[in-house]
């Protein structure tokens, strides 16, 4: 209950500091709006059902492409893990791969797949999958080997070891990389959204632009930040709340 009002202090003392950048003028009011006027076309979005198809569009290519990821990472890893030939190979291309911003993926997303939502679906992918792949890879090389020894002794082998002691042992980093591609995989959205004319809540940020309506580019940002809070409470810090209970790291 503390922390809940620690959290509604902070945030009423930040939006008093919005309000206070308003009034004293620093800005025009279409480079920097107030919070009333973007309460107010926070609600005209929902009203009139904008900003709830936006929210569906993006999250339906970010459930795509975002699932995919975890599939292709977490699959990734594991082979760069656990085979030399992948680590020495396929790890090194990946290594480099994740200095390349996403955004250089454009280009060959609309040459291979035009304007359309599989273009957009790729630069999720390739923003997602990378730090899903490295964090598995890095979990699974921090796996004790007298795990593994313990569990071939006891005749687990091939996916029997991956499911029953690679993968649990290695899940705190997957979480991880899982949370931070979740991360990455918003950014490649939005960027894949501004850039190419489509429905979803990148493209109602770039119609708030060219309209000089930053109340509405602003709406559309915590629009985001909301849909993030509510992703990383309702899922990922459940999942790593229960990894520290069964590894017995919570405090009692």
């Known amino acids: ?30 480079v920097l709006p107030s919070p009333v006027s973007v309460y107010k076309t926070l609600i005209r979005g929902f009203q009139d059902q904008t900003f709830i198809i936006g ?4 999250m339906k290519r970010i459930a795509i492409g975002y699932g995919i990821s975890i599939v292709i990472g ?6 760069i893990g656990r085979v030399r030939v992948f680590e020495e190979t396929l790890g090194s291309l990946i290594s480099g791969l994740q200095t390349l911003p996403t955004i250089c993926w454009l280009p060959l997303a609309l040459l291979w797949f035009g304007l359309n939502d599989r273009a957009i679906i790729f630069l999720v992918i390739m923003g997602a999958v990378l730090s899903i792949t490295v964090a598995t ?32 042992a290695a899940l705190p980093h997957i979480i991880t990389g899982m949370k931070q591609g ?10 894949g959204e501004l850039l190419i004319v489509c429905l979803g809540l990148g493209h109602l940020m770039m119609i708030g632009r060219e309209l000089n309506d930053m109340s509405q580019v602003i709406a559309v940002m915590i629009v985001i ?15 790593e709340k229960r990894i520290r209970e069964r590894w017995g790291l919570v405090k009692g």
């Open 55 to 58: 929210i569906a569009i993006s």
């Open 137 to 168: 890879d890095v979990g699974v090389k921090s796996v004790p080997p007298l795990y593994i020894r313990a569990a071939k002794t006891m005749g687990a082998r091939g996916w029997k070891l991956y499911l029953e002691v690679i993968i649990p």
């Open 225 to 239: 930040v909301i849909i993030g809070i509510l992703v990383d409470r309702l899922f990922f810090v459940k999942m």
């Open 1 to 30: 209950m503390y922390s809940i009002f620690k959290r509604a202090v902070f945030f009423i003392l930040l939006i008093g500091f919005w309000e206070l950048l308003f009034r004293c003028g620093i800005w025009p009011e279409y």
């Open 182 to 191: 979740w991360s990455f995989a918003w950014r490649s959205l939005m960027a």
């Open 74 to 79: 977490i699959f990734l890893g594991l082979l």
